[in-house]
């Protein structure tokens, strides 16, 4: 008889010794290998087949009951889950189902597609996958040839027990594991946050465990309903989330063991569709390739470049279902990772260390989803109105006189510019929070000579301190050391390592006196240097001496029973020992959080020194770090292939709660070509984030430098995005306040065309903008895809009336396609080379009338970076209405910033019919026109002030 839970074999299976194991008989009977060579044979063989007669006829007997129902009508081996179910909302196995699951489980007949990999990372035999229990076979290449039974030994949940905000059990492990430091017992607790949210964790009851410090909601009562259903099975323990309306499981653990050891946890899923996108900071396409991929989350400098982790860790997901219901997943961990995919579709999650802190996000709609999960991690921060504008850095501007020579070349090519930056090169010996008194001699008065033009100034300060020079002569480092600041080592001395001015130490930002510190250094630089915003780079943190200059220690910390798939094969490759001591636990734990706290401290240290909105731009990110910084991609190479997938990578930021992000624009790395960065400006024109930089190694990419053919198709990207920055901050404001992203992608307003979801060559601005740019060198015509509705051009206003098709669109060398969604209204204001400058200009509305007549869109306004202008109701928001043939602005609320400023021009896409005349509050014009072929009505020398109410109307005869 086979022992419950006892896991099979294919080295039994292969024995032909059955009187020594007469468990064994029945799996070979079950493999049809049983050969009739005796009457003992043949007995082995009518009890086999009786059994299964018996066990045929007990399963139908249980299906026909009225307490078990299919849970999912899928389609994948692991769709259908049978449910006992009881009084509760609470449903188990029931005690004839484990019989059959622990029959099952010494199956190893499982399709390729849904293997779960045994041995992950560990190069394996078929003699040391068989000695784990699991199945071996090693036909198929590109997948495990080494993987879990069916029913192998995992945790079984004892008595749930219910709670305020839902259920707890704890589950039981009765054997060790083939990691070491198996947790025996694990505490279940299951939280109904909201009607959308719900909340799960596997932790350790016995002991406290690292926890990611991030501060969420705080939920005292269950909602009054919910969108979902939980199930769990007992032995062996898995949780399945449903989607109430319909019944399809968005996920179901039961389809592999559970691990929690101590260094090791794992827990797989299914999932209901193949569409996944998320899981970043990598370089890929929109939509994760779930062919036997990985993502490893651990963070690190170096190049983008696929299969690679990279500067940031966000382990969330959304996966769009079959009928165009979306929901996400969550994992609030922060210690290393892999998430493995696989075509089932199905999905595992391994973790090196802390606990399982899940949240499901319901949606239904990929917006709501978006805005469930930042719920969770905090809104975005609002970034000031000059954040918007074009900013231009290189590293190679080695004086404060070629500084100036670039904004001065700049302003002569008549091309916007708002904030100009510098790399290392301002620091004297590349040290924070110092300047070169030589080649930067004047850098105070460059900075105010910024100001005086309108212009912002942005310097990089790198976390890492220079740590090697005599005591007394550089205060950062002398301070902190007193200060107890820094990363510690074994011997709890400061961790040296090495990078830009050599040997180096590394704050800690989980030290509530490093942030405190770091506000004084901020605060003293400052009081020499008027610099307006910081970018915060090397922050995953980076150090060329990998681990430290004296190495690391030899223990469980720096070798763990399983690593990650990380960039260079060990946890220290290019940052520091993972063993590293820090305030809140050992960098093992907290190393993915490194530029999140660097950004609240710089944060939080501009906003107390300049008394105006923080600008953060950082290259290191972890969920919730869009409440305080922005990002930029890194160092991303200048060719063609980067271009694209910086479009993405900026969808996926905002996805994950980061919308002020862009790109290099020309690339950092490499030689651009001319072609190349007129179109990387054309798009670059449209990341929420605009910033030209390289590296002093490549050529100069500044714009002045091209032709005047490209100076003028440059320009004219630039001032078109200047022309836009209304509507620009005004996604911005509701991505502050409601979460909603600015930058997205089709399917986020299309989620019921499929045709949307893997589109990725193409982004929206909000609801309103389709933007289509040239990708591909020498091109001058391009494919985009249109939803079913009407386009404007947003040049215009000719239609592209769309029933869900791609359209050729020509591109010459100045122009990017850029459509305006019908029902939309935006507003845009007359570009000037600053926004200082083209704040006080007029502004324009751009109507798309739908094909009943009716347009909807909004403007919020403020003085551009005061502190919690909204919170504090210093703003003005306007409404702006048309309903046939009527344009109406409603003011929802006002304030004195809109005084002053003036409507000049109105356009109105897709009038049907040659208007005869126009009013404007009840006052008949005659400057309009109209045009036959575009169907546009244009009102172009209108004068009204802005923060007013105001009327427009046409009609169609006398």
Known sequence: ????????????????????????????????????????????????????????????????????????????????????????????????????????????????????????????????????????????????????????????????????????????????????????????????????????????????????????????????????????????????VLRKSNGRVLLNTTV????????????????????????????????????????????????????????????????????????GVFLMNSNAMDVALQPAPALTWRIIGGILDFYVFLGPEPKSVIRQYHDVIGYPFMPPYWGLGFHLCRFGYFTTNITRNVVKRMEEAKMPLDVQWNDLDYMDGRRIFTYNKENFSDFPAMADEFHKKG???????????????????????????????????????????????????????????????????????????????????????????????????????ENPPYIPGVRGGSLKSYTVCASGKQYLSRHYDVHCLYGLGHAIASNRALNKVRRKRPFVISRSTFPSHGHYAGHWTGDISSDWENLYYTIPAVMLFNMFGIPLVGADICGFAGNTTEELCVRWSQLGAFYPFMRNHNDFHSQSQEPYVFSQKAQAAIRKALLLRYSLLPYLYTLFHKAHTAAETVARPLFFEFPSDPNTWTVDHQMMWGEALLITPVLQQGKTEVKGYFPPVTWYSLYDGSAIRSKGQYVFLPTPLDTINVHVREGCILPLQLPNTTTTASRINPFKLIVALSEAGAARGELFWDDGEGLLTFERGDYTHILFLATSNIITSTLIHVNSQIDGLTLGEVSVFGVANPPQKVFVNGVSISDFSFRLDTKVLSLPKLSLPIGMEFTITWSWGN
């Open 256 to 327: 592999a063991p559970l691990f929690f050891a101590d260094q090791f946890l794992q827990i797989s899923t299914t999932l209901p569709s193949p569409f996944i996108s998320g899981l970043g900071e990598h370089f890929t396409k929109l939509m994760l390739d779930i062919n036997w991929s990985e993502v490893t989350f651990w963070n690190r400098d170096g190049h983008p470049s696929a299969n690679n982790n990279l500067y940031g860790s966000h382990p969330f997901y959304l996966v769009m279902e079959d009928d165009g219901s979306a929901h």
């Open 1 to 240: 008889m086979i022992s419950a839970g006892m896991p099979a074999t294919h080295q039994e299976v292969e024995s032909s010794d059955v009187k020594k194991k007469p468990g064994r008989a029945q799996l070979l009977c079950l493999s049809g290998v049983l050969p009739f060579r005796d009457v003992t044979t043949l007995m082995y063989f009518i009890f086999c087949l009786t059994f299964f007669l018996m066990a045929a006829t007990l399963l139908r007997i249980i299906l026909s009951s009225p307490r078990f129902y299919e849970a999912s009508p899928g389609k994948g081996y692991w769709d259908t889950v049978m449910f006992y179910r009881k009084e509760s909302t609470i449903e188990f196995f029931t005690e004839e189902m484990e019989i059959a699951a622990r029959y099952s489980s010494q199956q190893c007949d499982i399709s390729t597609n849904e293997r779960f990999d045994c041995a992950p990372h560990t190069p394996i035999t078929k003699e040391t996958c068989e000695a784990r229990g699991c199945c071996f076979n090693n036909l198929t290449k590109g997948v495990p040839c080494c993987f879990f039974p069916l029913g192998y030994p995992s945790y079984k949940m004892g008595a749930v027990t219910p709670t305020e905000m839902g259920h707890t059990a704890l589950l039981n492990r009765s054997s060790s594991s083939f990691y070491p430091k198996d947790i025996m017992t694990v505490q279940l607790e299951v939280m109904y946050e909201t009607e959308g949210r719900l909340h799960f964790t596997l932790k350790d009851p016995g002991n406290k465990r690292y926890e990611v410090p991030i501060k969420v909601p705080k939920v005292s009562s269950q909602p009054v309903s919910k969108l979902y259903e939980v199930k769990f099975s007992s032995d062996p323990f898995g949780i399945i």
């Open 455 to 557: 212009m912002r100034y942005v310097i990089i300060v790198d976390p890492a301190l220079s740590s090697d020079g005599p005591p007394g002569t550089y205060k950062p480092y002398d301070t902190g050391l007193k200060r107890g600041v820094f990363i510690l080592n074994e011997t709890d001395q400061p961790l040296v390592g090495r990078v830009w001015p050599g040997p180096s130490v590394f704050p800690d930002f989980t030290n509530p006196e490093t942030h405190r510190w770091w506000y004084d250094m901020v605060k003293s630089f400052h009081d020499e240097v008027p610099f307006d915003g910081m970018w915060i780079d090397m922050n995953e943190p980076s150090n060329f001496e990998s681990g430290s200059l004296d190495g690391c220690p030899k223990n469980e910390l």
